[in-house]
């Protein structure tokens, strides 16, 4: 997804199967090749074309597994077969019910169901880089919430020293984070606990929210469009608009993927958030919100 350049910005603010033909040219030494002259390791899998769909669907099926989202361009260049055959491949995986197509690609047949250890390994570069630029925007001496999400697991980590921060979160693993830590006042929110976001949340959550006030809140999103930012359940996001209310600064924090993901819920439209921190935007795409692209 091509990422317009780093920064503060407004948007306002914001067929046949290819043939291998022998070459005389030379790669770099030390790299092996085929035939082709391609590097080898970037050759098609000959196994995975048009004679092995079973074995290409697999393939397809453990990318999707692996990364919550691969696109069909990516496919094509993968393995070596024509957008018509990925776009059959994909149409069938669906039908069956093993993925769910998206716009350019696909997605885990439930993808707001990963586990949180399996969500925390995707894009964790591009998490910790978003983490990296939304710890600048904390004031010292000031309260900050976090809601439940890998990447505001990396902001927990990444909470600046000596600071004289006082921080809310109904996320079980940033409170472990930060419970050791004598510098910081921690204010862990209970109620029911849930096994898929390792947060808490139902009546007391909420009740427990209602009195506090924070400076700056940095919301998680399962999914992102132009309307807004979205969520799994209505338990989550129930919290979420919670969180929103006792803050006077709202900072969404999410990687690009979140553009490619849908879910059920939409939490808030873009008018209640001040800022998105992202590693990328969709090409021509423009939100109403102030968006820094972390590096």
Known sequence: MPATRPGDQNAPDTASAPQVVPTTASAPQGVPTSVSGMPADRQPDPGLRYGSAPGRRAAILRRVSRDGYVSAADLVDEL?????TIRRDLQRLASDGLIRAVRGGATPADATALPFSDRSIQAADAKRAIAAAAVRHIEPGTTVALDSGTTTLEIAKLLPADADLTVVTHSLPAIAALAPRPDITLIGIGGQYSRDTRSFGGPETLAALEHLGV??????ATALDEAGVYGATPYEAETKRRLIS????TIVVSDARKFELSAPIRVCTWSAVTRLITDALPEGFTLPVRTTLAP
């Open 80 to 84: 070596g077969v024509s957008p018509n």
């Open 215 to 220: 400076r700056t809140l940095f919301l998680a």
């Open 246 to 249: 006792i803050a006077r600064d």
